[in-house]
T-cell receptor
Framework: AQKITQTQPGMFVQEKEAVTLDCTYD???????LFWYKQPSSGEMIFLIY??????QNATEGRYSLNFQKARKSANLVISASQLGDSAMYFC??????????FGTGTRLTIIP | DARVTQTPRHKVTEMGQEVTMRCQPI?????VFWYRQTMMQGLELLAY????????DSGMPKDRFSAEMPDATLATLKIQPSEPRDSAVYFCASGLVGSFAGELFFGEGSRLTVL
């Protein structure tokens, strides 16, 4: 069974600061993928970044980076230079050998001007 | 710009009525997922298909929910009869199997309200 844990229900961050959203996971699969999705108030789910379990380097996509610590089973999302448009719900998710994408409970990020 | 299309975007219905939600996955994708999102339960996987075959629908209430893929361009989720507790946003997502790097692309969701 797969499990994703996001322990921060909400976060407030000053504009232009960096923010780290926590995510830990649990799986017995050797191969798996980790994902982050953004859900703005409009409701759509937007893919942000992916990390494979065998990838040695942390994934980066523009202002997003994934701090992958395999031994700790953590996959934190780092957003650099936060912007007002970053205010949204953020979901960490994992896909294992059974192909299902399992989501965490999400973190609501609010960027303060 | 390829995208997953869901209809209807919004649906208000009365308890006991049948509800059908439709999804057009991205052309070429061979997996389709149905998720339900509520405040209390978050994102729950209801069912998923690979190459139109149902692989797992263990997250779906079997007595009232059914999911099908009559062809590669259409996935349906049906609730009969609907109940107020079915009120939620239902997302369809599609992707490519065989690659963990294959993210799922989500539709905009169908917001269902059962009175």
């Amino acid at each position: 069974a797969q499990k994703i844990t996001q322990t921060q229900p909400g976060m407030f961050v000053q504009e232009k600061e960096a923010v780290t959203l926590d995510c830990t996971y649990d799986t017995s699969d050797q191969s798996y993928g980790l994902f982050w999705y953004k859900q703005p108030s409009s409701g759509e789910m937007i893919f942000l970044i992916y990390q494979g379990s065998y990838d040695e380097q942390n994934a980066t996509e523009g202002r997003y980076s994934l701090n992958f610590q395999k031994a700790r089973k953590s996959a934190n999302l780092v957003i650099s230079a936060s912007q007002l448009g970053d205010s949204a719900m953020y979901f960490c998710a994992m896909r294992g050998g059974n192909e299902k994408l399992t989501f965490g409970t999400g973190t609501r990020l609010t960027i303060i001007p | 710009d390829a995208r997953v299309t869901q209809t209807p975007r919004h649906k208000v219905t009365e308890m006991g009525q049948e509800v059908t939600m439709r999804c057009q996955p991205i052309l070429g994708h061979n997996t389709v997922f149905w998720y339900r999102q509520t405040m209390m339960q978050g994102l729950e996987l209801l069912a998923y298909f690979r190459n139109r075959a149902p692989l797992d629908d263990s997250g779906m209430p079997k007595d009232r929910f059914s999911a099908e893929m009559p062809d590669a361009t259409l996935a349906t989720l049906k609730i009969q009869p609907s109940e107020p507790r079915d009120s939620a946003v239902y997302f369809c997502a599609s992707g490519l199997v065989g690659s963990f790097a294959g993210e799922l692309f989500f539709g905009e969701g169908s917001r269902l309200t059962v009175l």
